[in-house]
């Protein structure tokens, strides 16, 4: 693994803002969302996920003292995994000292056209120690005019990929999300962040995973051939729709420089290029019967 063996070399030191411990004082307040009966079906009958209940996490945010919406995250990514969602839960769990799994839901992205809709659903395996908790995902793609559902899993070397019996993936205190950030400008193409990592460590960094409509086939993309510990997805480029953007650097220094990166996993300087982001957030999808 590529970024493995990047951070081993670079970065052996610890970070303190994997943990958050600021999360764990803020009040956490879930807002519930009932799924389609067919939406259960369908994801009860998934091999790697347990049944659950209707009732389910599909938003958190924080204000500061302006009012302003904050969200967490470890890599101060501008699209936020729910890492309050992440420590707020292991809060819980740990001072009931038991172990137990939760589930949350991200809001739907709706493509251009209409014609799409992604979200992610988050499963948190929660032990009382961080360093043994695991956190997972899975991304529900709905066709909406005929409510057909399929799933976009990742074969990054870190995301539960059922074909894959890597044994790094069963490794405890592992972080794997999976979240959609944005569709492309014709809604052919579906990108994706896929955030992994490990608890308690500096081993964080960013995949881009772009699903295809035309084929239903899914590209992993990561900078290469640049010397970094940590990258940030950003989105697509503004001068190449058919490139996405990273942020990466080395851990300490304070500028790090904008990749390109094309379907091949060519990479390049991108200073003067701007990420874009397609699609509509929506909480909950009201469909005709």
Not at 153 to 180: C, F, M, R, W, Y
Request: charged fraction near 20%; proline fraction near 7%; hydrophobic fraction near 35%.
């Amino acid at each position: 693994m590529l970024l493995r063996y990047i951070l081993s070399q670079c970065c052996p030191k610890k970070l303190s803002w994997l943990i958050l411990p600021l999360v764990l004082l803020i009040s956490y307040s879930p807002s519930t969302l009932a799924n389609t009966d067919k939406v259960d079906r369908f994801i009860a009958s998934s091999a790697k996920f347990t049944p659950y209940s209707k009732s389910i996490t599909v938003s958190e945010s924080y204000s500061d003292s302006n009012g302003s919406v904050v969200e967490q995250d470890p890599l101060n990514s501008p699209h936020p995994i729910p890492w309050n969602w992440v420590m707020a839960t292991h809060a819980e769990f740990s001072n009931q000292g038991r172990s137990g799994l939760r589930y949350y839901r991200t809001p739907s992205l709706i493509s251009p056209d209409g014609q799409y809709a992604a979200y992610s659903r988050i499963q948190m395996e929660v032990e009382p120690e961080l360093f043994r908790s695991r956190v997972t995902s899975v991304v529900f793609l709905e066709n909406l005019p005929t409510g057909d559902l399929q799933t976009i899993t990742p074969s990054s070397s870190l995301a539960d990929d059922p074909h894959n019996s890597n044994e790094e993936v069963q490794q405890l205190g592992k972080i794997a999300i999976l979240i959609p950030i944005s569709w492309s400008e014709g809604s052919d193409r579906l990108l994706l962040r896929q955030f992994e990592g490990f608890f308690n460590t500096s081993d964080a960094s960013d995949y881009a995973v772009i699903w295809q409509r035309r084929n239903n086939t899914t590209i992993n993309l990561t900078p290469s051939r640049v010397a970094y510990t940590n990258a940030i997805l950003l989105g697509w480029s503004q001068t190449d729709p058919e490139q996405v953007l990273f942020r990466a650097g080395i851990l300490g220094e304070e500028e790090w420089p904008v990749w390109s990166v094309d379907l091949q996993g060519q990479t390049v300087l991108a200073s003067q290029d701007k990420p874009m982001i397609y699609g509509r957030r929506v909480k909950q999808i009201k469909t005709q019967k």
